[in-house]
Antibody, heavy 119, light 113 residues
Framework: EVQLVESGGVVVQPGGSLRLSCAAS????????IHWVRQAPGKGLEWVSLISWDGSSTYYADSVKGRFTISRDNNKNSLYLLQMNSLRVEDTALYYCASGRYSHGFDYWGQGTLVTVSS | DVVMTQSPLSLPVTLGQSASISCRSSQSLVYSGGNSYLNWFHQRPGQSPRRLIYKASNRDSGVPDRFSGSGSGTDFTLKISRVEAEDVGVYYCMQGTHWPPFTFGQGTKLEIK
């Protein structure tokens, strides 16, 4: 069974930085993608970023491009990171890790980790 | 970017009755091979989203057959027959044909009358 476990969400000041982690396990296929999707309090879902299973391909929403970086931990192959810099109040959200065999799949979701950007 | 528009945004339903949610995209979602990469998700209060339907009409494993998806091109529908109490929450459509970015609808909140 595929499991996705997010961690790293905290309260941070505007302009600060934060790194989220997504630990992925249980895949029965060799290739998959990892997405970050966020949900501001009381709002809908917003796609943030995508990385291929081997880290070779990455994509970003315009709202985070240049500030967020998605990567795969070189020492732990199934650990995916979202480095968040220059944080803004509007980045406050529950950040979900989602995955699937295909980019359009979003088959599996984690429980989310809460990021609060506030002074 | 492809804009996904859902209607209605609020859907009060009597237990046992049927419900229907519409999702329209600003561009055709048909990809090569004729598939439309349109997913439907259900999010119960306090829970993560769960995918119900993929490629417009394919039901995920474990999803009751009361749920069905239809449509192609720019017009899609999620139908729930015989609504049960566990069906409350917010339903989202999402397109995966023209990316990045992947885009979601605004969400439709289903509640029991």
């Amino acid at each position: 069974e595929v499991q996705l476990v997010e961690s790293g969400g905290v309260v941070v000041q505007p302009g600060g930085s934060l790194r989220l982690s997504c630990a992925a396990s249980g895949f029965t296929f060799d290739d998959y993608v990892i997405h970050w999707v966020r949900q501001a309090p009381g709002k809908g879902l917003e796609w943030v970023s995508l990385i291929s299973w081997d880290g070779s391909s990455t994509y970003y929403a315009d709202s985070v491009k240049g500030r967020f970086t998605i990567s795969r931990d070189n020492n732990k192959n199934s650990l995916y990171l979202l480095q968040m810099n220059s944080l803004r109040v509007e980045d406050t959200a529950l950040y979900y890790c989602a995955s699937g065999r295909y980019s359009h799949g979003f088959d599996y979701w984690g429980q989310g980790t809460l990021v609060t950007v506030s002074s | 970017d492809v804009v996904m528009t859902q209607s209605p945004l609020s859907l009060p339903v009597t237990l046992g009755q049927s419900a229907s949610i519409s999702c329209r995209s600003s561009q055709s979602l048909v990809y090569s091979g004729g598939n439309s990469y349109l997913n439907w998700f259900h999010q119960r209060p306090g829970q993560s989203p769960r995918r119900l339907i993929y490629k417009a009409s394919n039901r995920d494993s474990g999803v009751p057959d009361r749920f069905s998806g239809s449509g192609s091109g720019t017009d899609f529908t999620l139908k729930i027959s015989r609504v049960e109490a566990e069906d409350v929450g917010v339903y989202y459509c999402m397109q995966g044909t023209h990316w990045p970015p992947f885009t979601f609808g605004q969400g439709t909140k289903l509640e029991i009358k």
